[in-house]
């Protein structure tokens, strides 16, 4: 017996055939952008962890790093510069700038921490070498920094991308 070829048949055989690879691409496609936006928000999510820990971390490294308890302060930043010495903020007052004073024979030198343009940075000076807060070093990105002392504990906080918000408090050890 023969088998009679309909034209009618082989095109709608065809066009499920070609109607199931489109939805098989279709569906690939989704899966591929869904992952691609679940990979997308996990590696955000982790860069902006690194971020709060880096930020947190340097600070506390810096401050239990110090060996004197009178020579870290809180202070007020200023845009315009500063030389020679740092006027400290009475304790329970807050600044925005850490200002950590180290003595090398007769030289005072200054460690200023605090934000600037979006990112934490820090200057390491001379007390007689006026300061720019444009030139400190990049530490990491932090939206605003704040830190208040007293008596023996420094508390600050910072955020990142304004949005979230990290306390801490660091007790110093030095004498």
């Not at 020679?84 to 004073?101: A, H, N």
């Not at 990491?140 to 420094?154: D, G, L, M, Q």
Request: charged share 25%.
């Amino acid at each position: 017996m023969e088998r009679k070829n309909h034209p009618a048949r082989s095109s709608i055989t065809m066009l499920i055939i070609l109607m199931l690879f489109g939805f098989f691409l279709t569906a690939s496609a989704l899966i591929i952008v869904s992952g691609a936006d679940v990979y997308k928000s996990v590696t955000d999510g982790m860069e902006l962890d690194s971020r709060l820990r880096a930020s947190y971390a340097y600070i506390a490294n810096r401050i239990r790093g110090n060996e004197s308890r009178e020579g870290i302060f809180s202070a007020a930043l200023s845009e315009e510069g500063a030389m020679g010495s740092i006027e400290p903020l009475p304790d329970r007052e807050t600044g925005d700038m850490l200002v950590l004073t180290e003595t090398y024979g007769d030289d005072v030198y200054y460690t200023r921490i605090y934000v600037w343009d979006g990112w934490l940075r820090e200057s390491f000076l001379w007390d007689q070498t006026p300061f720019s807060p444009a030139d400190g070093e990049k530490i990491t990105e932090v939206s605003a920094f704040s830190v208040t002392k007293e008596e023996e504990k420094i508390d600050y906080s910072f955020s990142l991308d304004g949005e979230i918000f990290f306390a801490a408090t660091a007790c110093l050890r030095g004498n």
